[in-house]
Protein backbone atom coordinates (compact mmCIF):
# COMPACT_ATOMS: atom_id res chain seq x y z
CA UNK A 1 0.00 0.00 0.00
CA UNK A 2 1.77 3.76 -0.78
CA UNK A 3 0.18 6.70 -1.07
CA UNK A 4 2.39 8.09 -4.34
CA UNK A 5 0.13 8.89 -6.86
CA UNK A 6 0.56 9.11 -10.79
CA UNK A 7 1.14 12.83 -12.36
CA UNK A 8 0.76 13.96 -15.28
CA UNK A 9 3.72 12.44 -17.34
CA UNK A 10 2.20 9.06 -15.45
CA UNK A 11 5.26 9.07 -12.79
CA UNK A 12 4.79 7.99 -9.31
CA UNK A 13 5.35 10.85 -6.96
CA UNK A 14 4.47 12.19 -3.35
CA UNK A 15 0.55 13.33 -3.39
CA UNK A 16 1.28 16.95 -1.90
CA UNK A 17 3.19 17.57 -5.04
CA UNK A 18 0.31 17.40 -7.76
CA UNK A 19 -1.95 20.03 -6.81
CA UNK A 20 0.15 22.58 -8.84
CA UNK A 21 2.42 22.86 -11.71
CA UNK A 22 5.24 24.87 -9.32
CA UNK A 23 4.94 21.98 -6.72
CA UNK A 24 5.44 19.32 -9.61
CA UNK A 25 8.71 21.44 -10.45
CA UNK A 26 9.79 21.99 -6.94
CA UNK A 27 9.47 18.72 -5.68
CA UNK A 28 10.91 17.05 -8.65
CA UNK A 29 13.96 19.60 -9.19
CA UNK A 30 14.34 21.15 -5.13
CA UNK A 31 13.10 19.02 -2.37
CA UNK A 32 14.97 16.79 -0.47
CA UNK A 33 17.80 17.52 -2.76
CA UNK A 34 21.40 18.26 -0.71
CA UNK A 35 21.87 21.72 -0.19
CA UNK A 36 25.02 22.97 0.85
CA UNK A 37 27.04 26.47 1.99
CA UNK A 38 25.86 28.94 4.07
CA UNK A 39 23.83 31.62 1.96
CA UNK A 40 22.01 28.91 0.54
CA UNK A 41 20.77 27.21 3.92
CA UNK A 42 20.05 30.56 5.39
CA UNK A 43 18.09 31.23 2.98
CA UNK A 44 16.07 28.06 2.92
CA UNK A 45 16.07 28.90 6.89
CA UNK A 46 14.24 31.89 6.48
CA UNK A 47 11.97 30.85 3.85
CA UNK A 48 11.34 28.13 5.96
CA UNK A 49 10.47 30.28 8.80
CA UNK A 50 8.23 32.42 6.61
CA UNK A 51 6.55 29.51 5.45
CA UNK A 52 5.27 29.09 9.73
CA UNK A 53 1.38 29.06 9.48
CA UNK A 54 0.94 29.18 5.94
CA UNK A 55 1.25 26.90 2.67
CA UNK A 56 4.40 26.04 1.35
CA UNK A 57 2.91 27.37 -2.28
CA UNK A 58 2.92 31.31 -0.93
CA UNK A 59 6.27 31.21 0.20
CA UNK A 60 7.19 29.01 -3.05
CA UNK A 61 5.83 31.91 -5.38
CA UNK A 62 7.30 34.38 -3.93
CA UNK A 63 10.65 33.16 -3.47
CA UNK A 64 11.97 35.57 -6.17
CA UNK A 65 10.47 38.68 -4.72
CA UNK A 66 12.28 37.55 -1.06
CA UNK A 67 15.56 37.19 -3.18
CA UNK A 68 15.34 40.49 -4.10
CA UNK A 69 14.02 42.11 -1.18
CA UNK A 70 16.75 40.55 0.92
CA UNK A 71 19.41 40.55 -1.41
CA UNK A 72 19.69 37.27 -2.38
CA UNK A 73 20.06 36.20 0.98
CA UNK A 74 23.75 36.94 1.31
CA UNK A 75 24.26 36.60 5.15
CA UNK A 76 26.88 39.43 4.96
CA UNK A 77 24.09 41.97 2.85
CA UNK A 78 21.36 41.17 5.54
CA UNK A 79 23.09 41.86 8.42
CA UNK A 80 23.07 45.18 6.91
CA UNK A 81 19.56 45.73 6.54
CA UNK A 82 19.29 49.26 8.86
CA UNK A 83 15.48 50.19 10.51
CA UNK A 84 14.60 51.55 6.81
CA UNK A 85 15.28 48.50 4.92
CA UNK A 86 12.70 46.89 7.42
CA UNK A 87 10.21 49.64 7.05
CA UNK A 88 10.84 49.04 2.83
CA UNK A 89 10.21 45.10 3.82
CA UNK A 90 6.95 45.94 5.51
CA UNK A 91 5.89 47.52 2.17
CA UNK A 92 7.06 44.92 0.10
CA UNK A 93 3.93 43.13 -1.37
CA UNK A 94 6.49 40.48 -3.02
CA UNK A 95 7.37 38.63 0.19
CA UNK A 96 5.65 38.06 3.64
CA UNK A 97 4.79 41.04 5.52
CA UNK A 98 5.33 40.09 8.96
CA UNK A 99 7.32 42.37 11.37
CA UNK A 100 8.47 39.30 13.19
CA UNK A 101 9.63 37.50 10.90
CA UNK A 102 11.52 39.91 9.18
CA UNK A 103 13.39 41.00 12.50
CA UNK A 104 14.25 37.49 12.95
CA UNK A 105 15.33 37.30 9.27
CA UNK A 106 18.04 40.41 10.01
CA UNK A 107 18.55 39.80 13.61
CA UNK A 108 19.69 35.44 12.10
CA UNK A 109 22.05 37.22 9.57
CA UNK A 110 23.74 39.43 12.17
CA UNK A 111 24.23 36.38 14.48
CA UNK A 112 25.61 34.64 11.26
CA UNK A 113 28.41 36.76 10.17
CA UNK A 114 30.16 36.48 13.69
CA UNK A 115 30.46 32.05 12.67
CA UNK A 116 33.13 30.88 10.65
CA UNK A 117 32.62 30.66 7.13
CA UNK A 118 31.17 27.10 6.72
CA UNK A 119 29.75 27.14 10.00
CA UNK A 120 26.30 26.70 10.06
CA UNK A 121 26.38 24.23 7.05
CA UNK A 122 28.31 22.19 9.24
CA UNK A 123 26.33 22.53 12.05
CA UNK A 124 22.84 21.79 10.26
CA UNK A 125 24.28 18.61 8.55
CA UNK A 126 25.47 17.06 11.79
CA UNK A 127 21.80 16.69 12.77
CA UNK A 128 21.52 14.36 9.73
CA UNK A 129 20.21 11.39 11.17
CA UNK A 130 21.32 7.66 10.03
CA UNK A 131 19.44 6.36 7.03
CA UNK A 132 16.02 4.92 7.74
CA UNK A 133 13.18 3.05 6.10
CA UNK A 134 11.60 4.86 2.97
CA UNK A 135 8.08 5.87 4.02
CA UNK A 136 5.09 4.28 2.24
CA UNK A 137 2.43 6.49 3.64
CA UNK A 138 2.04 10.17 4.38
CA UNK A 139 1.14 9.21 7.99
CA UNK A 140 5.02 7.40 7.98
CA UNK A 141 6.19 10.77 8.08
CA UNK A 142 6.99 12.66 10.99
CA UNK A 143 6.70 16.53 11.59
CA UNK A 144 9.04 16.85 14.06
CA UNK A 145 11.90 14.49 15.21
CA UNK A 146 14.05 14.08 17.79
CA UNK A 147 17.03 15.35 15.78
CA UNK A 148 14.97 18.23 14.45
CA UNK A 149 14.30 18.86 18.07
CA UNK A 150 17.94 19.01 19.13
CA UNK A 151 18.69 21.05 15.70
CA UNK A 152 16.32 23.60 16.85
CA UNK A 153 17.38 23.92 20.68
CA UNK A 154 21.26 24.26 19.32
CA UNK A 155 20.53 26.81 16.56
CA UNK A 156 18.05 28.92 19.53
CA UNK A 157 21.02 28.57 21.78
CA UNK A 158 23.38 30.05 19.49
CA UNK A 159 21.00 32.99 19.17
CA UNK A 160 18.91 32.41 15.75
CA UNK A 161 15.23 33.26 16.31
CA UNK A 162 12.14 31.52 14.80
CA UNK A 163 13.37 28.10 14.49
CA UNK A 164 11.14 25.28 15.89
CA UNK A 165 11.46 21.94 15.64
CA UNK A 166 8.58 21.82 13.15
CA UNK A 167 10.16 24.34 11.19
CA UNK A 168 13.87 22.47 11.60
CA UNK A 169 12.68 19.68 10.15
CA UNK A 170 10.76 21.31 7.10
CA UNK A 171 14.37 22.29 6.70
CA UNK A 172 15.76 18.80 6.99
CA UNK A 173 13.75 17.34 4.54
CA UNK A 174 14.04 20.48 2.09
CA UNK A 175 17.61 20.21 2.31
CA UNK A 176 18.26 16.63 2.22
CA UNK A 177 19.33 15.74 5.21
CA UNK A 178 16.28 13.21 5.26
CA UNK A 179 14.85 11.75 2.22
CA UNK A 180 10.77 11.62 3.14
CA UNK A 181 9.93 10.86 -0.80
CA UNK A 182 7.47 8.03 -0.28
CA UNK A 183 8.60 5.21 -1.53
CA UNK A 184 7.36 4.82 -4.44
CA UNK A 185 7.84 8.05 -5.42
CA UNK A 186 9.92 8.80 -8.68
CA UNK A 187 12.20 11.15 -6.86
CA UNK A 188 13.08 9.08 -3.98
CA UNK A 189 16.06 7.91 -5.84
CA UNK A 190 16.81 11.08 -7.69
CA UNK A 191 20.31 12.13 -7.27
Not at 56 to 84: P, Q, S
Not at 142 to 167: C, H, N
Request: proline letters at 5%; a negative charge; aromatic letters at 8%.
Amino acid sequence: MTDALAGPDGALRCPWALSTEDYVAYHDEEWGRPVHGDDALYERLCLEAFQSGLSWITILRRREGFRAAFAGFEIAKVATFTDADKERLLADPGIIRNRAKIEATVANARVLTDWAPGELDELIWSFAPATRPAPKRLADIQAVTDESTALSKTLKKRGIRFVGPTTAYALMQACGLVNDHLADCTSRSAP
